[in-house]
């Protein structure tokens, strides 16, 4: 057996298909593509947070010459409406603008250079509207409302969970604390800015290469907003330069379509600047939360009070589902007896909020966890022990109320932290700080659900073909953001069909080539459809089996084997390529395609349909146990991580390579929302417009990092496994935050935790007001 004939087994590190291209460059991401007599669409933005449009002046514009084409919201036949669950977000403004960012005018010219004369030439009329930027003065009775004829107000999303005595509960807790969190926004700052181009054809049917997440929804939605039939849109998503869940809903992609049909035959292409990006994109949901925890002496948690304030800005874009996910883990993976949660989202002229890796998580997770540290203080525990006493095992209710019925590695989890060298020479790490320095370290434990929840259906259809070369096509129309799922779908394949990697091609989605698979969100990707993929490769191994085996006259087609490039009959050591197999069916006969629908949750724990609505409740959750060593240089106020531990009970892990990377991205990430991200918006404009302002972490400022796993099998997984994707970005926060305070003894809850913030907790501590 030669190198290219070895296969890859379940468990075993593979290098990713996409690897060499995208090292050398040869990747094409929507981005790369400049297809010949290409022209350039923009649009221009309104600048102002709150406004009646009165008119729109777009001659001076057109007469530019190199302008093929100036677009208003008067230029649309469909609905001018986009949104996942509510339909409230216009392709171009009509009548209101909400945001500063909010589209006016698309322009499409010859050059970039033509279109940012013209659209410096287009003016606009508008008759100013006040304006509202906090979530809690935007739900009073006097508030100007965003949008006058939603039933609530400016309160997008309402909901309240009562579990056991809910609020009375705290009657019989003998320690209780108390806390109020400020979570910031956070940009998914990807290396690939929302960008896309489309052509139409005469006929009026528009294709769309775009940077997506959605490319079936995408199609739905821009057929919807301009008047087509979902026949007349087809969307083509390659790989995609980084996602995170900011391109989980239309970005260009009804702009670009707008554009391509008023210039048939001419692609046109649209790429957001870092600027426009930073202003038009959405970001993470900032949220107010207002906590209080009580438990008795033992440390047996007792009651829990949450209220949760998300600001989504001006449009929904998921805003509901984000404050329904938030509210659902608000009480962390613990059992909780009493409990009472309340959780809006809110309408804002602030830059629109949308979906963000851990969707509502990372927030309530920050706060959960910072109060547990603060009822491990109190209570006079250690902290991993109260974790300990109080985590939840399968059967258990979470705090939300519902009951955890999957696999739950979350003891597993703790258990392995408790015998780590991080968590045993933590006294030696705090000790050894040097002049001026203070050394801490803290923990967090979280869980995620993954899926949509049970009123979406959260399918995947997958299709595996044997091709005339003897090689498979696997055709996967759910995208691949960077993450890895693609690689994981051929690895399975590959070890079904016996065959090499490089024996098996991938087919990226495509609205004319692939089947409906869902979004590549919710830590769903590779559950739904590997539970598609793995029967349709099994059902063509035994297609191809059984005709090998007629084809060999061989009577019993167990018998037979698939090995690499061939079939083979074990007795004689007979083989037929798999080339000439391929040559010899019709399509019919080596095409399998399967339909999976994921399990949902059927009890309904509250009586709120607007929870279920939004998908609540999950089934199945993973778990993680995350430890941060830090170091506060208490002359600055910068703390500096020095090693970070992360385990995760994320199902049987099928790539570990794959695993570790999305652990230490997602761990990465969170990071930076812990100690310097910040989106500063100061009465709806942005202040942080770019890299310069907006600050990343570096690779100075991530610390060696250490993923391990708690590899339990769930029933219903894939081979076992679970999501993976979000898990690793809900903790760092909390982590950190209680590293700090184990450092100094300063509680910070207002995040990030900079330099600055914490300085001046050092300089209150060092100096106590006096009253």
Not at 746 to 752: E, K, M, Q, S, V
Request: hydrophobic share 40%; charged share 20%.
């Amino acid at each position: 057996m030669t190198d290219n004939d070895r296969t890859v087994a379940i468990g075993e590190s593979m290098i990713r298909p996409d690897a060499l291209t995208k090292v050398r460059g040869e990747e094409r991401f929507a981005v790369d593509h400049y297809p010949s007599g290409l022209l350039w669409a923009g649009v221009k933005r309104a600048g102002i947070p709150h406004g009646h449009l009165l008119s729109v002046v777009t001659d001076e514009a057109a007469k530019i010459p190199g302008v093929c084409a100036v677009l208003t919201a008067a230029d649309i036949n469909g609905t001018n409406r986009q949104g996942v669950i509510r339909k409230d977000q216009p392709v171009l403004v009509d009548e209101r603008i909400r945001h500063c960012g909010d589209p006016v005018a698309l322009v499409v010219a010859e050059t970039q250079e033509i279109l940012a004369v013209a659209l410096e030439q287009i003016r606009f009329e508008v008759e100013p509207l006040e304006p509202v930027f906090d979530p809690c003065a935007a739900l009073r009775s006097d508030a100007p409302l965003l949008h006058p004829d939603h039933p609530d107000g400016n309160a997008l999303f309402t909901a309240h969970i009562t579990v056991g005595a809910g609020e009375n509960g705290f009657a019989d807790c003998a320690e209780m604390v108390e806390g109020e969190f400020d979570l910031p926004r956070q940009a998914h700052a990807f290396l690939e800015t929302e960008n896309g181009w489309a052509r139409a054809d005469n006929d009026g049917r528009v294709e769309i290469t775009v940077s997506t997440q959605t490319p079936f929804r995408d199609r739905s939605e821009v057929a919807e907003a301009l008047g087509l039939s979902v026949d007349r849109v087809r969307i083509i998503a390659p790989y995609c330069g980084g996602a995170f869940g900011g391109k989980d809903g239309i970005t260009v992609q009804s702009l670009l379509a707008l554009a391509a049909l008023h210039c048939p035959g001419r692609p046109v292409k649209m790429w957001w600047r870092r600027e426009e990006s930073f202003l038009a994109g959405v970001k993470r949901h900032p949220a107010r939360l207002l906590y209080r925890l009580g438990a008795d002496r033992s440390g047996t948690l007792a009651a829990l009070s949450v209220e949760a304030w998300f600001d989504t800005g001006p449009y929904d874009h998921l805003g509901g589902v984000v404050a329904a996910l938030g509210i659902e883990h608000a009480g962390g993976p613990y059992r909780i007896p009493h409990v009472d949660l309340k959780t809006r989202a809110v309408y804002t002229n602030n830059p629109v909020s949308g979906a963000f890796r851990g969707f509502g998580v990372p927030q309530v997770a920050a706060a959960m966890e910072s109060m547990m540290d603060l009822l491990a203080r109190r209570l006079q525990l250690c902290p991993l022990e109260l974790r300990r006493r109080n985590a939840l095992v399968r059967g258990d209710h979470c705090p939300a109320g519902s009951t955890r019925q999957g696999s739950i590695g979350l003891t597993a989890c703790l258990d392995r932290l408790a015998t780590h060298p991080l968590w045993t020479t933590r006294e030696q790490w705090r000790a050894a700080a040097g002049p001026h320095r203070s050394h801490g370290t803290g923990i967090a434990a979280v869980a995620h659900g993954m899926g949509y929840g049970p009123l979406v259906p959260d399918t995947a259809t997958a299709a595996i073909e044997l091709l005339p070369d003897g090689r498979f096509s696997v055709q996967a129309g759910v995208v691949d953001m960077g993450q890895g799922n693609a690689a994981t779908y051929l690895q399975m394949a590959a070890d079904i069909l016996n065959q090499p990697p490089d024996r098996l091609l991938l087919i990226l989605p495509d609205t004319d080539r692939t089947f409906p698979c869902g979004s590549s969100s919710a830590s769903r990707t590779t559950f739904t459809y590997a539970n598609a993929l793995i029967p349709a490769a099994r059902k063509l191994r035994e297609l191809l089996l059984a005709r090998a085996s007629e084809m060999m006259l061989v009577q019993d087609h167990r018998e037979m084997l698939l090995v690499p490039g061939a079939v083979r009959h074990l007795p004689s050591g007979r083989d037929i390529e798999l080339a000439r197999l391929g040559s010899l069916l019709s399509r019919d006969e080596r095409f399998v395609s399967h339909h999976y629908r994921a399990p949902a949750a059927r009890e309904t724990p509250s009586d709120n349909s607007n929870l279920r609505l939004h998908g609540f409740p999950h089934l199945i959750f993973s778990h993680a146990v995350h430890l941060a060593r830090v170091e506060v240089d208490e002359l600055t106020g910068r703390v500096s991580v020095a090693a970070y531990l992360s385990i995760s009970d994320c199902g049987r892990i099928i790539n570990p390579v794959v695993f570790s990377g999305q652990q230490e991205g997602a761990v990465a990430q969170g990071i930076g929302y812990a100690l310097c991200e910040d989106v500063l918006v100061d009465r709806g404009q942005i202040r942080t417009a770019d890299l310069a302002t907006y600050i990343l972490p570096t690779s100075l400022d991530v610390p060696p990092l250490e993923t391990l796993a708690v590899s339990l099998s769930e029933h219903d997984g894939p081979f076992g496994l679970k999501g993976a994707g979000e898990i690793g970005i809900d903790a760092p926060a909390p982590a950190l935050a209680n590293a700090v305070e184990d450092a100094c003894s300063i509680r910070l809850t207002r995040f990030p935790l900079t330099a600055e913030r914490v300085l001046g907790a050092l300089t209150e501590r060092n100096n106590p007001r006096r009253s």
